[in-house]
């Protein structure tokens, strides 16, 4: 039997978890609503979903605040709190094959890409953010000697994770793991088109020990369950990741209700900067292609608009042409396919009609262009490249959120700088060159929370990460994700 006949076999025995997670049970949403869970791969429907609406959040906030409140996970000692979040994560781990094959067939992705990117990023994530719990001091004014002055860090209380669905564990684990090992309760609303993944480690949460209503998911749809958490008046905080337009939302619903705290890593449309002098154009061209259709282009970092020096311009774009071929779609449930599905048809739908858009305005498709696999009943693209792109055309301005790749030419390093930054977006910037004294110029000319030099993807859990301009507001990863789950208290005391 082969692996993905194995994967297959395996999937007539799966049990999906498609209820809410409310108070350390599942439940049906009030209303008794349901909502089709459809793998892309093959447009067949998996299970029916509880679709939450505003009385479930209702109900998930008041568990929420009354275990809050309690104590019995804010206040605990830090070394506790810290080993039940490692039990979380160990089990997490045990049941990594699992969650693979679920969010392979819940959003389409390679399963070997779920099995040891999504999933090791995962594990990887919840241990890094247990092991901080306490690990981190707080603070003492340098003030007279007759008084104390202290800077404690305190918990915000509940906590909403609104996440999308391009890697709906990793996005929902870089807030979950910080937000619970700060001691807040979390709320989790995992995107309608991948709840699968949340749902099941509900239970894992409660198994390593975390209190009822700490740990608590709630799927639904964005109008629906989302608002009702973004417009709640006992919700202190929203962490949001998904669409700009949606991050705008939540800083409307924080306004006209509680002013709830929000932090948004939003969308993107990164430059990927080639200089002549790139020390190994062949490298530099495989990473260009893996940069753009990596996760079928669905990345919020994706490489998307690619800025080549004139002089290696021809010489380049043959070497990503031939790269490109090798992200052809495949089955996701094959070990050996680099890229899969989209997330859904509409997304599908979307991508074809922006390939549509750039050759009316008149950018030419060098490769691919088409819809594939169709025969399958899923809804593949295959990896796109298109030339003769000029910065202002909606493909270069837009996040397509798909394997779709602009490429643009420049003359010199203040134009790439220039074309770069001329974007509403700056989440990541990617420069490649042998001479560091233009790398540093350019790294600091660029208006990006990130900039790889001589790389594409330099991200890691010791490192923040989140958008300049458009792109968001705060923090992910690293112990800089500790600002925005806690609030800061001065408590000033007088020893005279
Ligand atoms: P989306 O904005 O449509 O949805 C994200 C989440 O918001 C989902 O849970 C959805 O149900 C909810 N939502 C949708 N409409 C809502 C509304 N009116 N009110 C409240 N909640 C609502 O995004 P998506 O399509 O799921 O994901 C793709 C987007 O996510 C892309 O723009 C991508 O760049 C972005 N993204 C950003 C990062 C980052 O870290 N910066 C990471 C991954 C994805």
Not at 26 to 52: E, H
Not at 141 to 168: Q, Y
Not at 271 to 278: G, H, K, Q
């Amino acid at each position: 039997m082969s692996a993905a006949e194995d994967y297959r076999h395996q999937i007539t025995s799966i049990s999906y978890r498609n209820k809410a997670f409310i108070n350390g049970k599942y439940v049906d949403a009030a209303s008794g609503k349901t909502f089709d869970c459809i793998s892309p791969i093959d447009g067949r429907v998996l299970t029916k979903v509880a679709a939450c609406d505003k009385e479930d959040v209702d109900r998930a906030v008041k568990a929420g605040r009354a275990a809050f409140e309690s104590g019995k996970w804010s206040n605990i000692a830090p070394r506790k709190r810290k080993k039940i979040l490692q039990k979380f994560a160990a089990l997490v781990e045990q049941h990594k094959d699992e969650l693979a094959l679920l969010e392979t067939l819940d959003m389409g992705k390679p399963i070997s890409e779920s099995l040891n990117s999504d999933m090791g990023g995962v594990v990887n994530c919840m241990e890094w953010f247990a092991e901080s719990v306490d690990k981190i001091y707080d603070e003492l004014a340098p003030r007279r000697p007759d008084s104390v002055s202290m800077i404690t860090r305190e918990p915000l209380g509940i906590v909403a994770a609104v996440v999308p669905w391009n890697f709906p564990l990793m996005m929902a684990a870089w807030k979950y793991s910080p937000a619970l090992a700060a001691g807040n309760a979390v709320i989790l609303k995992p995107a309608e088109q991948s709840p699968l993944t949340a749902l099941r480690i509900a239970e894992l949460a409660s198994e390593a020990g975390i209190p009822d209503g700490i740990f608590q998911v709630v799927p639904g749809f964005g109008e629906t369950a989302g608002q009702a958490l973004g417009m709640h008046m006992d919700v202190d905080m929203v962490a949001f990741t998904g669409s700009t337009e949606v991050g705008k939302y939540f800083l409307k619903y924080s306004g006209e209700s509680n002013m709830k705290h929000i932090s948004l890593e939003c969308g993107g449309k990164s430059p990927n900067i080639i200089f002549a002098d790139v020390h190994d154009l062949d490298y530099a061209a495989k990473e260009a292609a893996a940069g753009v259709f990596y996760n079928s282009g669905q990345v919020c970092t994706a490489a998307t608009r690619l800025l080549i020096q004139q002089d290696v311009r021809d010489a380049f774009l043959e070497k990503v042409a031939k790269y490109s071929e090798a992200w052809a779609p495949g089955d996701p449930l094959d070990p050996k396919t680099l890229m899969g599905s989209m997330v859904d048809e509409s997304q599908m739908s979307r991508v074809m009609s922006y390939i549509d858009v750039g050759q009316k305005e008149g950018a030419k498709v060098a490769v691919g262009g088409k819809q594939a696999l169709s025969e399958t009943g899923g809804f593949y693209v295959q990896p796109t490249v298109f030339e003769a792109v000029n910065n202002n055309m909606r493909i270069a301005q837009e996040e397509i959120f798909g394997p779709v790749l602009s490429t643009i030419t420049f003359k010199d390093e203040a134009e790439a700088v220039e074309i770069a930054n001329n974007s509403i977006y700056g989440l990541q910037a990617n420069l490649w060159t042998r001479d560091v004294k233009k790398a540093h110029n350019v790294a600091r000319a660029l208006r990006a929370g990130t900039v790889n030099v001589n790389a594409t993807d330099g991200g890691d859990i010791t490192a923040p990460f989140g958008g300049y301009k458009q792109s968001g507001i705060g923090r992910d990863k690293s112990l800089h994700a500790f600002d925005k789950y806690t609030q800061l208290k001065h408590t000033y005391i007088h020893l005279r």
